[in-house]
C-alpha cells in the first residue's frame, strides 16, 4: 500500500497521500483492497496500456494473477505501445471490449 500512496503523491505533486505515508504498514494493510479480494462476487474486465507511465502495468498484472488463482471471473488485457488513456485503435477495441462485457454479463443477470 505504501507504493500506491507514493504513487498519488507523486501524481498529486504532494497534494495527497502524505497522511497515508505517515500510517503504519499494519494498518494500512488492514484497508488495503488486495486483502479483500476473496470477497469479489462480481465480473471484472481490467484494461492496462504496456507504456503507462502512471499506474505500473506490473500493478495489473498481480491483480489479474490473483483473481485468477482466487477462482474470480476476471478478464485482463493489455495494450502494446499505449499510454494510461489508450489511444486510437486501442481505445476502439477497450471500448468494444467493454461492451462486449457488460453484455456478457447482462444476459448472465437476466437468467
Known amino acids: 500500500e505504501k507504493q500506491n500512496f507514493e504513487k498519488i503523491r507523486e501524481w498529486s505533486g504532494g497534494a495527497r497521500g502524505q497522511e497515508e505515508l505517515d500510517t503504519s504498514t ?5 484497508i488495503s483492497p ?3 479480494l476473496d470477497r469479489i462476487d462480481t465480473p471484472v474486465s481490467i ?3 504496456e507504456n503507462d507511465g502512471t ?3 506490473q500493478w495489473s498484472l498481480d491483480l489479474c494473477n490473483d483473481l485468477q488463482t482466487l477462482g474470480k471471473t476476471v478478464e ?17 477495441l477497450f471500448i468494444q471490449r467493454m461492451i462486449d462485457f457488460f453484455g456478457r454479463q447482462r444476459l448472465t443477470a437476466d437468467r
Open 26 to 30: 499494519e494498518d494500512l494493510a488492514r
Open 34 to 36: 488486495i486483502f479483500y
Open 76 to 92: 485482463c488485457f493489455t495494450y502494446p505501445g499505449q499510454p494510461h488513456t489508450l489511444q486510437g485503435d486501442s481505445d476502439q
Open 55 to 57: 499506474v505500473p502495468l
Open 47 to 49: 484494461h492496462h496500456g
